[in-house]
């Protein structure tokens, strides 16, 4: 009995240890990314077009939740605007790639937070400065909150399974089928109205992660999946033998912009300021090369 | 007692009476119709053979109250337009403010969440159905189960064991993603498939399946240490008794063990019911609406949060109804103790 006893004892202590253990190599990890971009920072300045560039942007009136900090809301899951690598905790995506730029030119470090889709202005100020994930500017954004100016311009696209026969040459194709959308994006926004107009009668089936509505997609459960244009082209890219394009809309297209306090004025002529210095050094149209292929990088910010 | 009851049952006819009597006199969906503005009928005239339309009009008739709105799909300044109107005994008011305003969002609000005007896989229907046919499929599951864990057979015993290990062991929502997601993408096939309605239908069926399923293989678990705790509960001398009788093992159980232990088994399934009742809302992973679903959804769409208020009535009032049903259920079977 006593054996038993020293025997779960011992096995205890093992599991235990093995948690810390995790625990502290995640830590570790954390660790690695954010050093690398303080690294990458300073590259930047070294190769530096100029080191003086942040004394160009006003920061004085700019209040941030952790000093120093840029605190961006996203939600990571989104690929190719954002998503985590392979280690699981650090995010890339061009969104990450713009927030990084953005810390660089304002002097700041910056770190994402993750966050549902859902709701996700109602966090800007309590649990981060902005939000960068990929958040179309409409007139009920903008009611909410302050918006940069645009960076990316997009388009709804309807993705269907490879083969499949479902002729879509206008939205109004739509209807009769069952279309995957992400909760609370603009592509819901613009299907639900066209539901609830009475235009197109089709049944829509939102999801939390368009991650859902790609796989009900792949199983079959669903007919087409309607989303953003870089979305798109980025599920087509990495899963050619699954997916393929039906339809883009070009009729209606949206801006991306990085929402901001409603009272965040400084912010915004901040980000702005910073914007515009990126733009000219090319840093939109090499981004978008990276993210989304030469074709598409016509379509970023000119 | 015959008092009490008398009252109650006059109670509840004149509150019958009432409502058929508010409900008749309500407007009917013409007259709702034909309040809107002319700006706007002209724009739903304009757009009657449109590829685009841009007007919403939305009519909920909600027992004795109607709500009908008619919004324009852009919130720009210039070309914006609501207007929502309420039709409650015989008129029609214009809830633009005020307490009309907060009855018209409490009637729109709850007919959502009702679900009505959808299928049966909608809303509070969908709660209740979900949860009800679980608790049936996983409470008659977990008396095998259960039977099978105290069972001397050890293969069968370990067996059931293990069943209830993995599906305590994990979290709800990844058996739901393992159903819905991993199964058919293994195996090629999709769950609408299974149905021969369209395509629009079946999916909802699809995912409603498999649901069930999850919701059943897990609850069963849970139901199945309720039902073994409850037969261990009762006492060896019965067993024994009825042993030294003559019955056999399944007639014991059947005849002396099962019928009691039934009784001891209501108040923590009642338990594992409003706790289903309330895992419903996991189902929003494979695109199913339930009540928590669907009040999240207006909360970010309208940014409203007097939504929260009939989605905690709607939950307490199906709460309050299925805990009294349990209750009578428990009386009735404790009438021999």
């Known amino acids: 009995m006593k054996k038993k006893l020293m025997a779960t004892f011992m096995a205890a202590t093992l599991v235990v240890s093995m948690l810390a253990g995790c625990g502290s190599s995640e830590k570790t990890e954390q660790k690695t990314p954010d050093a690398e971009v303080n690294e990458s920072a300073d590259a930047g300045t070294d190769n530096g077009v100029s080191g003086d560039k942040t004394s160009n942007i006003d920061m004085s009136g700019v209040k941030l939740i952790n000093d120093g900090v840029l605190t961006v809301g996203a939600e990571i899951g989104y690929p190719p605007f954002e998503d985590y690598a392979e280690d699981g905790t650090t995010p890339i995506g061009y969104d990450v790639d713009l927030a990084a730029a953005i810390a660089d030119k304002l002097g700041l470090d910056y770190t994402f937070v993750n966050t549902g889709f859902d709701g996700i202005l109602a966090g800007i100020g309590v649990n981060y400065d902005c939000v960068i994930s990929a958040v179309t500017i409409n007139p009920e954004r903008l009611e909410n909150a302050l918006f940069s100016k645009p960076y990316i311009q997009n388009y709804q696209s309807v993705v269907v399974k490879k083969g499949s026969d479902a002729k879509i040459n206008s939205l109004n194709d739509l209807a009769g089928l069952v279309v995957g959308v992400q909760k609370g994006t603009t592509s819901d926004i613009l299907i639900s109205d066209y539901k609830n107009t009475g235009t197109i009668d089709c049944t829509i089936l939102a999801n939390e992660q368009i991650l859902s509505s790609f796989s009900q997609l792949d199983n079959g459960e669903i007919n087409a999946v309607l989303c953003d244009s870089q979305v798109a082209d980025g599920y087509i890219a990495g899963h050619p033998d699954k997916y393929e394009l039906a339809y883009r809309d070009n009729s209606e297209p949206e801006e991306f912009g990085i929402a901001m306090g409603k009272e965040d004025t400084a912010l915004q002529t901040a980000v702005n300021q910073a914007m515009d210095e990126l733009k000219e050094e090319g840093f939109f149209e090499e981004t978008a090369n990276y993210w989304f292929g030469a074709q598409d990088s016509k379509k970023t910010q000119e | ?337």
């Open chain 2, 1 to 337: 007692m015959e008092k009490k009851t008398k009252a109650a049952i006059i109670a509840i006819v004149l509150i019958v009476i009432a409502w058929a009597a508010l409900a008749a006199a309500k407007p009917s969906k013409e007259v709702m119709m034909s309040k809107c503005s002319p700006e706007i009928q002209k724009q739903i005239e304009a757009e009657k053979n449109s590829t685009r339309k841009r007007i919403t009009v939305t009519y909920n008739s909600l027992g004795f109250i109607n709500y009908c709105a008619f919004s324009s799909s852009s919130k720009n300044a210039d070309g914006a337009s609501k207007e929502v109107y309420v039709g409650f005994a015989g008129k029609v008011y214009s809830a633009k403010e005020g307490p009309a305003k907060f009855v018209s969002q409490m009637v729109n609000y709850t007919y959502r969440m009702l679900g009505c005007g959808e299928n049966v896989f909608h809303g509070a229907k969908l709660t209740i159905l979900l949860t009800t046919l679980t608790v049936l499929i996983g409470f008659i599951l977990s008396i095998f189960l259960a039977l099978g864990k105290i069972s001397k057979n050890v293969i069968i015993s370990k067996l059931c064991g293990a069943y209830i290990f993995f599906f305590r062991g994990t979290p709800l929502l990844i058996q739901l993603f393992v159903v819905y997601f991993a199964i058919p993408g293994v195996f090629g096939f999709a769950w609408k498939d299974l149905f021969s309605a369209p395509d629009t239908e079946a999916v909802y069926m699809g995912a409603f399946v498999a649901a069930l399923i999850a919701f059943s293989l897990n609850s069963a678990a849970y139901c199945a240490e309720i039902v073994r705790a409850a037969i261990q509960s009762i006492d060896k001398g019965q067993n024994e008794a009825a042993r030294a009788l003559g019955l056999t093992y399944g007639q014991t159980m059947r005849k002396v063990i099962i019928p009691q232990s039934v009784r001891r088994m209501i108040p923590p399934i009642c338990n594992e019911f409003i706790m289903i009742l309330k895992d419903a809302s996991l189902v929003f992973a494979i695109s199913l609406m339930d009540i928590t679903t669907i009040s999240k959804n207006i909360m970010t769409n309208e940014l409203s949060y007097m939504v929260f208020i009939p989605a905690l009535i709607i939950y307490l009032i199906i709460t309050a109804f299925f805990t009294f049903i349990f209750n009578k259920i428990e009386k009735k079977l404790s009438v021999y103790e």
